[in-house]
Nanobody, 124 residues
């Protein structure tokens, strides 16, 4: 089993920045692909970004390209999401996810483990 714990959510005005972190514990493997999804009120959960275990490959949703950056943390088994130029439409609960694969999946069903989520609210 793998446990994922997100942190760093909060409230910010449009144009501001937030940094989310996800710490993985338990039966972890450095080869795990890590991703972030988000779910806004009344909407389905959507893919935001993912990074392979090696950190060599990333994939961003078009809606966040150029604004969000995912990176492997300096601490083992952590991943961070730097979110800049935030917009009100970025408001959502953000979930960290992990999959026991070297490859990125854009689908929720492709991930084996999920965090509890952290709220991000961007005011206009």
């Amino acid at each position: 089993q793998v446990q994922l714990v997100e942190s760093g959510g909060g409230f910010v005005q449009a144009g501001g920045s937030l940094r989310l972190s996800c710490a993985a514990s338990g039966r972890t493997a450095s080869s795990y692909t890590m991703g972030w999804f988000r779910q806004a009120p009344g909407k389905e959960r959507e893919f935001v970004v993912a990074i392979t275990g090696s950190g060599g490959i990333t994939n961003y949703a078009d809606s966040v390209k150029g604004r969000f950056t995912i990176s492997k943390g300096s601490v083992k088994n952590t991943v961070s999401l730097q979110m800049n130029s935030l917009k009100p439409e970025d408001t959502a609960v953000y979930y960290c996810a992990a999959r026991d694969s070297r490859w990125i999946s854009l689908q929720q069903s492709g991930y084996d483990y999920w965090g509890q989520g952290t709220q991000v609210t961007v005011s206009s």
